[in-house]
């Protein structure tokens, strides 16, 4: 006898299908966006520190697609240094990695430590809040002031 039962994705799960889908963009040549369909909530919200370069709040998958696209433009040879560490409290993730980049217009590489906080709802990634180590030496590298040296 065969049963059927819900199987239901667990948040780390869905963070690694946001993570993939962002890496397969942010790695590629920037000419197509990945389908973030069946992996943001509607209400999805990207929250960047204001001191860093990329400030504000990214709306939705169009707000997520401009942010992606505002990063690939200035970066290449984006990644992590090795598998990030998921820490997992029911819908939260906390991601801990360390990230290495490429300034496409100096070729000058920064590695740098990050954490993000994700908030799962309805098996799709509703907010996410990243947290850089040093936004100073990331806006420095870009030529970039940061909000409280304007």
């Given amino acids: 006898m065969t049963t059927s039962h819900d199987v239901r994705t667990s948040p780390p799960e869905v963070v690694r299908r946001f993570h993939d ?3 397969r963009f942010l790695t590629s040549d920037g000419s197509q966006m990945p389908s973030f369909e069946g992996i943001l909530h ?3 919200v990207l929250y960047e ?3 860093g370069p990329y400030g504000g709040q990214w ?6 697609a401009q942010f992606l696209r505002t990063m690939h433009a200035d970066w290449s040879d984006q990644g992590p240094t090795g598998p990030p560490r998921l ?4 819908d939260t993730v ?7 980049a490429r300034f496409r217009a100096t070729q000058q590489v920064v590695v740098f430590p990050v954490c993000q906080v994700v908030h799962v709802r309805d098996e799709l ?19 970039r002031r ?3 040296d304007r």
């Fill in 21 to 23: 889908a962002e890496a």
């Fill in 42 to 44: 509607p209400d999805f």
């Fill in 49 to 51: 520190p204001a001191s």
């Fill in 59 to 64: 709306r939705g998958e169009q707000g997520l």
């Fill in 87 to 90: 820490l997992v409290d029911g």
């Fill in 94 to 100: 906390v991601v801990l990695a360390t990230l290495t």
């Fill in 125 to 143: 990634v509703l907010d996410s809040s990243v947290y850089y180590w040093d936004p100073t030496e990331v806006n420095d590298i870009l030529g």
């Fill in 146 to 148: 940061s909000p409280d």
